[in-house]
Each structure stands twice: as C-alpha cells, then as structure tokens.
C-alpha cells in the first residue's frame, strides 16, 4: 500500500510576537499584508485605491516634508471614512512595506522610505 510509506508532517507554526504598542500593530499588519501582496505604497497609488474606497487602512508618515502630500492623503481618508495611522519615521514604514533589501543575516540593507502605504 503506497498510504502506508508517506508521513505527514505538520507545518511548523510560528508564533506571534507579542504586541503592546501601536507601532508594532501597524508593523505586524504590513507584514501579513505583504505575505499576500496587499501592500500598495507611493502616492498615486495610494490616492487611487482611498478614491475607490478599496484601502482598509492607511499609513502616513509623520517625516513627510511636502505638507500638500499629507493634506491629500488625510482629506481622502476622511471623506472615505478609512483610518490613518501616523508612523514616525518613513524609513521604517519602507521597511515594514517591503522597500528594502535583506541580507544574508535577516537584517534590513538599503531601506528606501515610504511617505504612505495603505492595506
């Protein structure tokens, strides 16, 4: 009986990490979120997928220095009614998107940042 020669192996489980803050929250979301290609990052994009109420949630970086870019960004989140998540730094909301590079260590390399991102 050729049943009897396979083995099932379960598939390892890994275990979540512990969240106790907002910002890890939002880092957690964009991970799972890039495992399925949901992540939509830049501008015209993001301004797209608010306008057609598709985006669930957005994240806007606080260190955006053009002020018009993050007045679009709020005034569509508002009118569509999707929450924005305020990231502090936009290198780290690059990395948590997925705009960077990793090594051979499993540590970030050439990390671009990311104004806004929106799952």
């Known amino acids: 009986m050729a049943d009897d020669d396979e083995v099932e192996v379960e598939a390892p489980v890994e275990e979540e990490e512990q969240v106790t803050d907002l910002m890890g929250a ?6 799972r979120a890039l495992m399925v290609d949901g992540v939509i990052r830049g501008l015209h994009e993001v301004a797209k997928h608010i306008d057609s109420s598709k985006a669930q949630v957005v994240f ?5 220095n053009e002020p018009t870019y993050k007045k679009l960004v709020q005034g569509l989140a508002l009118e ?40």
């Open 60 to 64: 806007l970086a606080e260190s955006c």
């Open 26 to 31: 939002a880092k957690g979301v964009l991970k």
């Open 80 to 119: 569509k009614n999707i929450p924005v998540i305020d990231v502090p730094d936009n290198k780290s909301l690059g990395e948590w998107a997925g705009l960077c590079k990793i090594d051979k260590d499993g540590l970030p390399r050439k990390v671009v940042g990311a104004s806004c991102v929106c799952v």
